[in-house]
């Protein structure tokens, strides 16, 4: 009798399924979700200064920003499966050059993280769109997010209890986590990405490809929504936590609130089938509508501290429910022969939210309080909701078969 053996790949293992990136996402979250919390109370304890911290997150984001452009380009003469092992170096620096604690070291692992998290959304997002179908992306993004609800939970209020616990213990598990990353990464053998090809001639401007970005409204409009959904988040991680600490709270109840909100994503799936029962224009625009008014809520009632916190809580589902709904504009209307492109250009959202919320938030620091901060960003979330007014109805929805 022959005893079975486990296959053997000569080529390469099986298509990666839903689960497989969910689970790389997870860990990855990890990683960010420590930072996230940590991160602006250690510029804060180094630096003292909310408006300072502004210009060094404005700094960051326009490096961020150049690098990730240029990322179609180096693309051309690096692989992609380097880049994307590039996201544990640059996090494991980052992290690195954060626990020593100085300023200007803390501001550079600042931008590390930074760097690392472009390489991050740029190669993951075009590995996503290589092997998933554009009818499961929806459904990708929901167990995306349930996988790694745990870590953006737990993430927060551990790496603040951490930092006060022992300051280098946050970024030492980061760092190791993020070599974790690229172990699973490597292991699930996804090479190099889809139409992969040497090139017969020279490599073209590597901003050459914003002209048909341009040129496609719902690609910019997708962008945009993006862009001002995690300008949201940005306020709700960055500037929660200072009101909390000048209103007298403390430094700890920003992370609490973050990990409290965090907890959602594992009511993603039901989110999902909420958009599915209406339409993703429908999910998109009401969901901006509620966080604008919720924002301007928190600002109006900054006098309450608690009254505010409960708004910008409120406003957080609404983040959550753009989360899973938010990024489907974009995605959908990316063509196949663009992926690489378009996922460095989706990618730019988070440096471009990085510029512009440090950019006026610095600016209303200057006349105004935090809660300011809060107004403007809910502003901005209107505008949001008035574009999504502009969505095709049937967004999303499964295309009939012809009979």
Not at 48 to 71: F, K
Not at 221 to 228: E, K
Not at 281 to 307: D, E, K, N, Y
Not at 337 to 356: P, Q, W
Request: charged share 10%.
């Amino acid at each position: 009798m022959v005893t079975p053996r486990a296959p053997i790949y000569l080529t390469h293992s099986p298509t990666p399924r839903i689960a497989d990136f969910a689970r790389l996402a997870a860990l990855e979250a990890g990683v960010r979700a420590l930072m996230l919390s940590v991160m602006p109370l250690a510029l804060y304890r180094a630096f003292g200064d909310a408006a300072l911290i502004s210009a060094i997150y404005l700094a960051v984001g326009v490096s961020s920003l150049c690098a990730g452009l240029m990322l179609p380009w180096i693309n051309r003469r690096v692989a992609r499966r380097w880049l994307f092992s590039g996201v544990g170096l640059f996090y494991g620096l980052g992290c690195g050059l954060a626990l020593t604690g100085r300023p200007g070291l803390l501001a550079l692992g600042l931008a590390a993280n930074a760097l690392a998290t472009v390489l991050w959304m740029v190669c993951f997002n075009a590995y996503v769109l290589d092997h998933i179908a554009r009818v499961d992306l929806g459904r990708t993004e929901s167990t995306r997010l349930v996988y790694s609800a745990g870590s953006w939970m737990v993430g927060p209020a551990l790496g603040v209890l951490l930092l006060d616990w022992w300051y280098p213990a946050p970024f030492l598990l980061a760092g190791a986590l993020a070599l974790v990353v690229v172990a699973v990464f490597w292991r699930m053998r996804l090479g190099n990405g889809r139409q992969i090809a040497r090139a017969r001639g020279p490599a073209p401007n590597p901003l050459a490809f914003l002209g048909r970005f341009r040129a496609q409204p719902r690609l910019v409009a997708g962008w945009l929504f993006a862009v001002i959904r995690s300008c949201g988040w940005w306020v709700y991680i960055v500037y929660l936590p200072i009101f909390c600490i000048e209103a007298g709270l403390g430094d700890r109840l920003g992370g609490i609130m973050l990990s409290v909100s965090n907890a959602l994503l594992f009511t993603t799936p039901l989110m999902l089938r909420m958009v599915q029962r209406t339409s993703v224009r429908f999910a998109v625009r009401a969901s901006f509508a509620a966080s604008a008014v919720l924002f301007v809520a928190a600002a109006l009632v900054s006098g309450a501290p608690w009254a505010a916190l409960s708004a910008l809580m409120a406003g957080s589902v609404c983040l959550v429910m753009l989360d899973v709904c938010g990024g489907l504009p974009f995605l959908m209307a990316v063509k196949p022969s663009e992926r690489t492109e378009m996922a460095a250009v989706y990618a730019s959202f988070r440096d471009v939210s990085g510029i512009l919320t440090p950019a006026v938030a610095g600016l209303l620091l200057t006349v105004a309080p935090v809660a300011a901060v809060f107004a403007a960003c809910g502003a901005g979330m209107g505008v949001a909701s008035a574009i999504a007014a502009k969505l095709h109805p049937r967004l999303g929805a499964p295309r009939p078969l012809n009979a």
